[in-house]
Structures are given as structure tokens and as C-alpha cells.
């Protein structure tokens, strides 16, 4: 059972219009979020983070929300370019999961000029 | 020249043979791991390294084993390999923040393995 969900594995988004993916979680221990983008030949490449301290975290173009009642992260993009077309994965830690990170099926996103 | 580097990049086999993917870096990182990517899986983990005599299982380390030659280097080997083992593999490092936390992951560029 997948304790991290990315339920839409795929998003298509007009060029300049505002990007949002998903991402579900159900270990209620985990308290640490992140997202990694990655393009086709590349390894995944870090992107943003968040702590549960914060439901809010910003970086440039890029803000990741979480609601911890819900479970529930999103990632934002605004505006979305052509170079944003990656898949997108979420992955979430905790302390007593012995610092490792749990991945998401990932979110191929595109964005189309 | 990238951070992270796997051999070999690509890889075809037969099941039963032995297969070893090579992971070096050059970020002075004490942690690394393995993890393989399927389609609608994402990336689990198969084995992780916190320093040279420490090595732990992942959640996916059966018919998988690991070696932390250096402090720069981390293998993975299949004994005797299977077609379910066809996969994308990455192998990454961190580094401890000092907190409760581990660092951002640096990945490499994949290795794509095929059993036949």
C-alpha cells in the first residue's frame, strides 16, 4: 500500500497559466516534505521542501502548500513554462522512518506552449 | 563533469547472470543510496549507506546486494538476476544536516538495466 499518492499521473497546462499537483500522504508520523522534477535521461533533481512546522514554503516561481489535518501537499507553478514539462515526484520523511525518504508514483507534467 | 556517476548507463542480460552497477561521487557526501524507478511506482529504496561500515537493508533489498568500497563509492549487485529486475536504477547521496534530517538527495543519471 503506497504510503505516498500522487493520484494524477499526468497534467497538461497552457504556457503562463498556473500549474498544481497533488500529492496524498497517510503516515501520520511523516513530517517532512519534498519535491524533485525530472526530465527524461536525467536523475531526479531536488526542487522545493517543507517542514510541518510551515504550511507554506516559496521559491521563486514555486510554492508548496500543506494541509497536515488533510494529509495533503500540493505543488504550485506560476508562471508554468515549457522547460517546467518534467514528471514530478513527492516524497515525505520522518523522524522514526530512519531519515530515509518514501517517493510518490510521480506527476508527468506538460506544459504547452 | 556530473557529481554523481553510474556505470554503465544501459544494460542487457540474460536472468541468472551476475550484474554490478558502480556508483561514484565527488561530493565528499558520507550518505548514498540505491533506489529503482518502475512505471507507477516512483523510486523505493533498495539499500543505503550513512558511512563506509554502515549499510542497511531498503524496502526492496531482496535479490540485491551492496558494497561501500570507499567512502566514494557504492555497488550494487544482482547475483542472479531476474526479468522483474528490469528497471531504471539511481544511485544518490546526502548529507547529514546535523538535525533530524536527512539533506536533499543528489541523484545520478540512471542506469537502465534489462533482464531478458
Known amino acids: 500500500d503506497q504510503q505516498v499518492k500522487q493520484n494524477s499521473p499526468s497534467l497538461s497546462v497552457q504556457e503562463g497559466r498556473i500549474s498544481i499537483l497533488n500529492c496524498d500522504y497517510t503516515n501520520s508520523m511523516f513530517d517532512y516534505f519534498l519535491w524533485y522534477k525530472k526530465y527524461p535521461a536525467e536523475g531526479p533533481t531536488f526542487l522545493i521542501s517543507?517542514?510541518?512546522?510551515?504550511d507554506k514554503n516559496e521559491d521563486g516561481r514555486f510554492t508548496v502548500f500543506l494541509n497536515k489535518s488533510a494529509k495533503h501537499l500540493s505543488l504550485h507553478i506560476v508562471p508554468s513554462q515549457p522547460g517546467d514539462s518534467a514528471v514530478y515526484f513527492c516524497?515525505?520523511?520522518?523522524?522514526?522512518?530512519?531519515?530515509?525518504?518514501?517517493f510518490g508514483p510521480g506527476t508527468r507534467l506538460s506544459v504547452l506552449p | 563533469d556530473a557529481d554523481v556517476t553510474q556505470t554503465p548507463r544501459n544494460r542487457i542480460t540474460k536472468t541468472g547472470k551476475r550484474i554490478m552497477l558502480e556508483c561514484s561521487q565527488t561530493k565528499g557526501h558520507d550518505r548514498m543510496y540505491w533506489y529503482r524507478q518502475d512505471p507507477g511506482l516512483g523510486l523505493r529504496l533498495i539499500y543505503y549507506?550513512?558511512?563506509?561500515?554502515?549499510?542497511n537493508k531498503g524496502e526492496i533489498s531482496d535479490g540485491y546486494s551492496v558494497s561501500r568500497q570507499a567512502q566514494a563509492k557504492f555497488s550494487l549487485s544482482l547475483e542472479s538476476a531476474i526479468p522483474n529486475q528490469t528497471a531504471l536504477y539511481f544511485c544518490?547521496?546526502?548529507?547529514?544536516?546535523?538535525?533530524?534530517?536527512?539533506?536533499?538527495?543528489?541523484f545520478g543519471e540512471g542506469s537502465r538495466l534489462t533482464v531478458l
Open positions: 517543507i517542514s510541518s512546522i510551515k
Open positions: 516524497a515525505a520523511s520522518g523522524v522514526n522512518y530512519g531519515q530515509n525518504f518514501v
Open positions: 549507506s550513512f558511512d563506509v561500515k554502515d549499510i
Open positions: 544518490a547521496t546526502s548529507v547529514a544536516t546535523g538535525g533530524t534530517y536527512t539533506g536533499e538527495l543528489f
